[in-house]
């Protein structure tokens, strides 16, 4: 039996993509999803709703409330935390998975999409954990694991990761940031925070912003789901702290088969994502 049978996990941005993918797998293993984004109408330029996210894992025999959600709005995400609560009588788990990506340089990066990545990115980040947190330490209290994750890289310091895209890095690594000091803030509590990010691109509608990737360069977003998995079922009190790799997570689990998690199986040629 799954560590998640039972829980609640409340996801930032998962009506499509890896967000949506870890959602499923969750719900597949017995946890209550509550899926806290923006999109509310379908756009035919990008798939994907709250409604249709919270059908598929109702379609598979789950429990799931969606909810329209600016996490750059506090109170929003205040109503939203009310409302899981309200529904499934607590939170367990935070995955902190919406984000914004614009991979511009400095000249030809408007201010409005400087202030939407800082504002997803870290705000969100931050607000949801902080909105979070009551639950988790009544989680932590009744002995029921509870975890934060965080879909952002391992922080590397490097020119290199900073000169093509520097408002983005420094909004992915605030993400990192606030791993790395939620981790020891919140340890005393027996709450677990860490991040996890993909060793290759994953195909999801993020790539519309990286033109020239073809699919079969690609692994699909499975593997990260099936990672952030292994991750959630482990001991909140002895797994915080860590800036895992999606392969690397499920090779710890045994898993010696990556092939499957190619968009193309047989592909010998994955591009690495950034920050590795």
């Not at 798939?47 to 059908?55: M, V």
Request: hydrophobic share 45%; aromatic share 6%; proline share 7%.
């Amino acid at each position: 039996m799954s560590a998640l049978r039972g829980k609640t996990i409340f996801i930032s941005g998962a009506s499509r993509g890896i967000g949506l993918e870890i959602a499923k797998h969750a719900s597949r293993a017995g946890a209550n999803l509550v899926i806290a984004a923006k999109t509310a109408e379908p756009n035919p330029k990008l798939p994907g709703t709250i409604y249709s996210a919270a059908a598929e894992i109702e379609a598979q025999g789950g429990a799931c409330l969606p909810l329209q959600v600016d996490i750059r709005d506090e109170q929003q995400v205040l109503a939203a935390v009310a409302q899981a609560v309200d529904r499934f009588g607590g939170i367990d788990v935070l995955v902190n998975n919406a984000s914004a990506i614009n991979l511009t340089p400095t000249e030809a990066t408007p201010m409005k999409r400087f202030d939407l990545m800082f504002g997803v990115n870290v705000r969100g980040t931050f607000l949801c954990t902080q909105a979070c947190l009551p639950q988790l330490k009544r989680s932590a209290q009744g002995k029921r694991n509870p975890h934060v994750l965080t879909l952002s890289p391992p922080l590397h310091m490097e020119a290199r990761w900073f000169a093509p895209h520097v408002a983005y890095t420094m909004a992915k690594y605030g993400m990192s940031m606030c791993v790395l000091g939620h981790a020891e803030e919140l340890r005393p509590h027996g709450i677990a925070v860490n991040a996890l990010w993909p060793r290759t691109v994953i195909q999801t509608a993020a790539l519309q912003m990286i033109p020239g990737i073809r699919p079969e360069n690609c692994r699909s977003p499975q593997i990260m789901a099936e990672a952030a998995i292994a991750i959630l079922e482990r001991d909140a009190t002895t797994t915080t702290g860590n800036f895992f790799v999606d392969d690397e997570v499920l090779a710890a689990a045994g898993v010696r088969d990556f092939d499957r998690y190619s968009v193309v199986p047989g592909s010998r040629e994955l591009l690495p994502d950034f920050f590795l």
